[in-house]
Each structure stands twice: as C-alpha cells, then as structure tokens.
C-alpha cells in the first residue's frame, strides 16, 4: 500500500481527524485551505492523501478537477482524476457541522461549553488551544457514542479508503 497522509486545515479538523483516527501519526495539520492544495499539488503520486477542508467559496484552483464520488450527512467526499487524493469537506464548516451533528442525535453543545451560536462556535474552534480542549474531546466522543450521521459518513469514508 502506498504512504498514506491526512491533511487537515484547520485546528479544529485537525482534532476531529486526530480523534477519528486514533490519533494517527500521519495527521499532519496544514494551516488553510490553500495549504492543501499546496502540498497535494507537490506530493509524490505514491503518496495517497486525503484533505479534510470546509466548503469554501474560494477553492484553491488545484482542486478544479476533483470529481465527487460521495457524499450525505454533511460531508462530500472528492478524488482527483488518476491520483490517490481525496477531499473530504465538511458542509458548510466545522461549526455548523458540528451544530447540525448535535441537533441530529440530541447533544445541547452548552453542556460541554460551546456556544450554540455559529458565528461564536466558529471563533472558538478556530484557536490553537481547541487541539488541547478536554471539552472539545468530550464533545466529539459524544457526539461519535452517539452516531452522529456526519461522524458516521466520516468512518466509513476513511475505512473505505484506509481499510
């Protein structure tokens, strides 16, 4: 099997990801977006990566041609033509990702500390400190013990391509 990297781009995909692998050494935190496609665009094609992005409206030109080959619950899962890249966006953004997420199995995220506001959830996630929030790990057990739809398409996206 080829190298294999998940590149997420924000602080708060990156826990996600790290908590969705088991904290899985072949995470590595790209800083934005355009940092993605920078570094997919630079890989070896015997590296298999996979982007773990929001649904900008400003899409790194690298990404024109990823095709879509799944998607429900939240998540859109991408691959680019004859490589092993893949895109998994979380719609619309980790924030009302995880709101919607919450909504869908019952969770108030207020009884783990975070506002239910998504404009204050988004600031919030979007610090350095998220990565090392005990609240925040809580949360995203919940919300996996739970079976929150969006966690549950991200499973078995990543099973289908990691195995």
């Known amino acids: 099997m080829p190298d294999l990297r998940f590149l997420p781009e924000c602080h708060a995909d990156t826990t996600l990801v790290l908590f969705l692998t088991n904290n899985d050494p072949r995470v590595i935190h790209a800083p934005g977006y355009p940092e993605v496609g920078v570094t997919m665009r630079?890989?070896?094609?015997?590296?298999?990566?996979?982007?773990?992005?929001?649904?900008?409206?400003?899409v790194p030109p690298y990404f024109?041609?990823?095709?879509?080959?799944?998607?429900?619950?939240?998540?859109?899962?991408k691959k680019k033509l004859e490589k092993d890249q893949y895109l998994i966006i979380i719609q619309k953004a980790i924030e009302s990702f995880l709101l919607?997420?919450?909504?869908?199995?019952?969770?108030?995220?207020?009884?783990?500390?975070?506002?239910?506001?998504?404009k204050l959830l988004g600031n919030r996630l979007k610090s350095l400190q998220?990565?090392?929030?005990?609240?925040?790990?809580?949360?995203?057990?919940?919300?996996?013990?739970?079976?929150?739809?969006?966690?549950?398409?991200?499973?078995?996206?990543l099973n289908e391509l990691v195995g």
């Open 100 to 118: 919607w997420n919450a909504d869908q199995v019952g969770i108030d995220l207020t009884n783990f500390g975070f506002p239910r506001d998504v």
């Open 130 to 157: 998220i990565e090392k929030d005990e609240n925040f790990q809580i949360l995203l057990a919940a919300l996996d013990n739970q079976n929150a739809p969006g966690f549950v398409k991200i499973r078995s996206i």
């Open 64 to 77: 024109d041609d990823f095709e879509i080959i799944d998607s429900g619950d939240k998540v859109i899962l």
């Open 42 to 58: 630079k890989a070896n094609n015997n590296i298999t990566l996979i982007g773990f992005v929001d649904d900008d409206k400003r």
